[in-house]
């Protein structure tokens, strides 16, 4: 049987999905600083200069550059960027060269790159792992870095004002930061809190190339709308510990925004309003269920199934838009329900990774060598998996079903899907997020499955992940008229939208 894990993390977020794992976070970027006490040799000096590849993981390809260079004491030093990840300059781990071979361990993240250096086509062709996942990388050596072209980013300076803030969670007992934008014009306006999806995101909820909370901010900003974007706990300048957060840490995170927002003399505090994307479509109406300061949300491929459903589904439809055939795709689903099955029943953590391993460990030894490899599995790696799916946020998460909180909100809700979102099947789950406002007696809500869209809100082909950092649209300007046209109709003028 052969097995490939291709359960993907339910968000696409700085770790592009891959796994069930949530094991690569795809916004990883690595900066090499290579040991002092090397000298200049003909190899180094060839080095000199910048180096791009791509890794492809699991269709998903990611830039990689890393730029070489001597620093003052005459040591080769080098930097790696992530074009589309918008990231440069990252730091440190060590390299080897012994001859033409090259190897770098990046020893915090699990990561090691070894590659053989060709002169003569000028590449380094070589293997990028970590964790479970190991894919080839080449290297090409190139004059200039292409850059990528994001036409709907703005750029200053701009027709409103915008100020760093900072507010506690004194729940939590954390500071977070980020940036509150308000109309140029006028005295107190309505406001919407951002809130980004899975993995570790900062205020833009930058991710390949793209910063689509920047976007939205900005042509909210425009219509006259306020907005509250910050960086996740732990991230960019917001304090705390963002690997032992779960969805409903991130919840408390909200209130806190919230209510900073309520002292603010430039709020109307009777329409304040939140903004979620992916996970955050699932944060949104946990806050909006409990808080009565929320006036309206906007989930933007918010969840309306549980985790584990949503997982499931989204783990089918990457692999078969990536061309998987369909025994893989239903091994790969029966291997991943034992899991969930597993960490189901039992609660246990000892308990439960001892019974996952020996699933994992009966299994593997069922595949060839070349499945092994193709794959991904080992003995060796087995224990980094089940770290991972019995991390606090991850058991959360699959196990939380959004329908008990979308049930309880009263507010003005608008959600909105891409017909070809491949993370969050747009037709089951806006049915289930009405469903179940309709529960709650909601009355004022619309739903909307938009044509032609990804998970990202962008015009696509496939609605692959693969896709997302190659296009140069960040989010499509009619979503955003959309949302902007709703908020003021429902929200500041009052109207319940009839379909």
């Given at each position: 049987m052969k097995i490939i894990i291709t359960f993907t993390t339910y968000f696409i977020r700085m770790k592009t999905i891959i796994t069930i794992l949530k094991i690569?976070?795809?916004?990883?970027?690595?900066?090499?600083?290579?040991?002092?006490?090397?000298?200049?040799?003909?190899?180094?000096?060839?080095?000199?200069?910048?180096?791009?590849?791509?890794?492809?993981?699991?269709?998903?390809?990611?830039?990689?550059?890393?730029?070489?260079?001597?620093?003052?004491?005459?040591?080769?030093?080098?930097?790696?960027?992530?074009?589309?990840?918008?990231?440069?300059d990252i730091p440190v781990s060590k390299l080897t060269l012994r001859n033409d071979s090259v190897f770098i361990r990046l020893k915090q993240l699990n990561v090691t790159i070894g590659g053989l250096l060709n002169k003569k086509d000028s590449t380094i062709n070589g293997t990028f792992k970590q964790s479970i996942v190991s894919c080839p990388l080449i290297l090409k050596k190139v004059e200039k870095v292409p850059t990528l072209n994001r036409p709907q980013e703005p750029k200053p300076p701009y027709p409103y004002k915008v100020t760093e803030v900072s507010f506690k969670n004194t729940k939590d007992s954390i500071t977070l930061a980020g940036t509150l934008t308000l109309p140029e014009k006028g005295d107190k306006f309505p406001v919407v809190i951002m809130i980004t999806g899975s993995g570790p995101q900062n205020r833009d909820e930058e991710l390949l190339g793209h910063k689509p909370f920047l976007v939205i901010a900005d042509y909210l900003t425009r219509q006259g709308i306020a907005v509250l974007r910050y960086d996740d706990r732990g991230i960019g300048k917001s304090k705390g510990d963002f690997t032992k957060a779960t969805s409903f840490d991130f919840a408390n995170d909200v209130e806190a925004a919230i209510n900073y927002?309520?002292?603010?003399?430039?709020?109307?505090?009777?329409?304040?309003?939140?903004?979620?994307?992916?996970?955050?479509?699932?944060?949104?109406?946990?806050?909006?269920?409990?808080?009565?300061?929320?006036?309206?949300?906007?989930?933007?491929?918010?969840?309306?199934?549980?985790?584990?459903?949503?997982?499931?589904?989204?783990?089918?439809?990457?692999?078969?838009?990536?061309?998987?055939?369909?025994?893989?795709?239903?091994?790969?689903?029966?291997?991943?329900?034992?899991?969930?099955?597993?960490?189901?029943?039992?609660?246990?953590?000892?308990?439960?990774?001892?019974?996952?391993?020996?699933?994992?460990?009966?299994e593997i030894k069922k595949l060839s060598k070349e499945e092994k490899e193709k794959s991904g599995l080992s003995e060796a790696n087995a224990d980094i998996m089940i770290t991972q799916v019995t991390s606090k946020w991850f058991r959360t998460f699959l196990f939380t079903d959004p329908q008990p909180y979308l049930s309880k909100v009263k507010c003005a809700v608008l959600a909105l899907n891409g017909e070809k979102d491949l993370q969050v099947p747009p037709d089951e789950d806006l049915a289930a997020i009405e469903s179940?406002?309709?529960?709650?007696?909601?009355?004022?809500?619309?739903?909307?499955?938009?044509?032609?869209?990804?998970?990202?809100?962008?015009?696509?082909?496939?609605?692959?992940?693969?896709?997302?950092?190659?296009?140069?649209?960040?989010?499509?300007?009619?979503?955003?008229?959309?949302?902007?046209?709703?908020?003021?109709?429902?929200?500041?003028?009052?109207?319940?939208?009839?379909?």
């Open positions: 690569i976070t795809i916004n990883l970027i690595l900066l090499f600083i290579f040991d002092n006490n090397l000298r200049a040799q003909t190899t180094e000096k060839f080095l000199i200069g910048n180096w791009m590849g791509k890794i492809d993981i699991q269709g998903t390809k990611l830039s990689v550059v890393i730029r070489f260079n001597f620093n003052e004491k005459d040591s080769l030093i080098a930097v790696m960027d992530s074009p589309d990840q918008g990231a440069k927002l309520k002292q603010h003399p430039n709020i109307d505090v009777t329409k304040i309003g939140l903004i979620g994307h992916s996970e955050g479509g699932l944060i949104a109406p946990i806050v909006a269920s409990r808080n009565k300061d929320v006036n309206f949300i906007v989930l933007l491929a918010g969840p309306g199934l549980s985790g584990y459903q949503i997982i499931l589904k989204q783990s089918a439809l990457i692999s078969r838009a990536e061309g998987t055939d369909e025994k893989t795709i239903k091994d790969n689903n029966k291997f991943s329900e034992k899991i969930y099955k597993i960490l189901k029943d039992e609660p246990d953590n000892t308990k439960a990774g001892k019974e996952i391993k020996e699933y994992y460990l009966k179940a406002l309709k529960k709650a007696g909601n009355t004022n809500y619309k739903t909307l499955k938009l044509p032609g869209l990804n998970h990202l809100f962008q015009h696509c082909t496939n609605g692959s992940p693969s896709e997302y950092s190659t296009i140069e649209e960040t989010i499509s300007p009619e979503v955003l008229k959309i949302i902007s046209e709703w908020i003021h109709r429902t929200v500041i003028q009052g109207m319940i939208i009839e379909d």
